[in-house]
């Protein structure tokens, strides 16, 4: 797929990935002129535009928000909604230059990454498009251990990879495009050297297979590969989301997921399905807790079958 | 550029028997619903052909390494001709295999 800089409002409505790729790419320049301060300023028109122009976008935000909220969305929540996925978009700008001095992180559970990771295996860090992933590289300036590779998919891997090369060559080096065995093959190389290998786990790569959940107290579908990967390859996973709080305060959780380390194959199905379940009530209990970071701009909830989310 | 001192491998390729012992392996681990004598030696693994995706393929990976005693790196030999095919498998395992 080639990048569409100039892509209208349809799409972007429709391909959330695409406007998030966009969006990053308008924040860079602003950023890298203006400082996170005056940039701000601008993260406004870009919610106000998303609520205006966006029609798809603002019906999806309004969905997940009543959900979310218990009660209808108005409008100045769906506006709040679009300023969080800008500021945190805006945001990986600095974070992936190393500018940690301009946040304010509080963590919670980074107990469980450490003893999880002193067991010298590796672990999967899954998180979702929910509050900023990229925040873990916070975590990551204080402990070389830490570097995290994100597998994703390939597309999506080149132009993030391009990117990141814009804003800070040495970010370039931590994504593994997922689809064929050599990048299989890597992930299992990183976790053998002790490494983190990071995904967000609720949006499909491709045709994966989904499994019903619920989320909200709603049918949603969740794709199983990230799981069924961190079972075949025996590994613990960690949960992680970075929940954006206003201002330049973000706080950092991590959970644990799933153990796959000592999981015999006849029981790996019901350990992965155990799994995918667990990952719904974290989501669940995420997104009631910090309601305007949920980023995912589609219809989210689906009966089974007949979610088509787009490539992630 | 060859000498004499270079022993590069033979291309060696793989029996029938050899073959089909993989393609046990693969029905096996992956919980295939053909059996070992339906999967094509020729038919790519990948989508079109058994349909497979690249974590089974990663099982299949895992599974061979294990019984064949093969070393696979990222950076190795050209890992997706090897995956390619069931007969491409094979032909891998019978030059490289150490048990």
Redesign the interface.
């Known amino acids: 797929m080639t990048p569409h800089p100039t892509a209208g409002q349809a799409a972007w409505a429709h391909t959330p990935e695409r406007s998030s790729m966009l969006m990053l790419r308008v924040m860079t320049w602003i950023s890298l002129r203006l400082g996170r301060r005056a940039a701000r300023g601008v993260l406004h028109l870009i919610a106000a535009y998303f609520l205006l122009f966006a029609p798809a976008s603002r019906r999806a935000s309004s969905d997940y928000l009543g959900r979310a909220l218990g009660r209808p969305a108005r409008w100045r929540d769906l506006y709040r909604h679009f300023f969080t996925f800008a500021a945190t978009i805006h945001d990986r700008v600095y974070l992936v230059n190393r500018r940690f001095d301009l946040f304010d992180f509080e963590v919670h559970g980074e107990d469980t990454l450490h003893r999880l990771l002193a067991g010298g295996k590796g672990l999967f860090l899954m998180g979702a498009h929910l509050g900023s992933f990229e925040v873990i590289r916070a975590i990551g300036r204080k402990h070389q251990d830490l570097r995290v590779a994100m597998l994703m998919h390939e597309d999506n891997a080149q132009k993030i990879n391009s990117m990141l090369a814009a804003i800070n060559p040495e970010a370039v080096q931590d994504i593994i495009g997922l689809g064929h065995i050599d990048s299989m093959l890597r992930v299992r190389e990183r976790l053998d050297a002790g490494g983190i290998v990071g995904m967000l786990a609720d949006r499909t790569p491709g045709n994966d297979t989904l499994y019903p959940v619920q989320i909200l107290g709603a049918d949603a579908n969740l794709p199983i590969g990230p799981f069924r990967m961190a079972a075949l390859l025996r590994r613990p996973v960690v949960f992680m989301t970075g929940l954006y709080l206003g201002g330049n305060r973000y706080a950092i959780h991590f959970e644990p997921l799933a153990d796959f380390s000592a999981v015999a194959r006849g029981q790996r199905d019901a350990a992965l399905q155990a799994a995918i379940t667990r990952y719904a009530t974290l989501l669940d209990q995420y997104c009631r807790k910090a309601p305007y970071n949920w980023f995912n701009f589609f219809d989210f909830w689906q009966p089974a079958d007949t979610t088509m989310p787009p490539k992630s | 550029m060859n000498t004499m001192q270079d022993n590069p491998k033979p291309n060696i390729s793989s029996t029938a028997d050899l073959q089909r012992e993989v393609a046990e392996l693969m029905v096996e681990c992956l919980n295939l619903e053909v059996t070992a004598d339906q999967i094509i030696p020729d038919a790519p693994l990948y989508g079109e052909g058994l349909g497979l995706?690249?974590?089974d393929?990663?099982?299949v990976?895992?599974v061979v390494s294990k019984r064949y005693g093969l070393q696979?790196?990222?950076?190795?030999a050209d890992?997706?001709q090897?995956?390619n095919s069931l007969r491409s498998l094979s032909d891998y395992i019978a030059a490289q295999r150490t048990r």
């Open positions: 995706d690249s974590i393929v990663l099982e990976a895992l696979l790196r990222s950076d190795g890992n997706r090897v995956f």
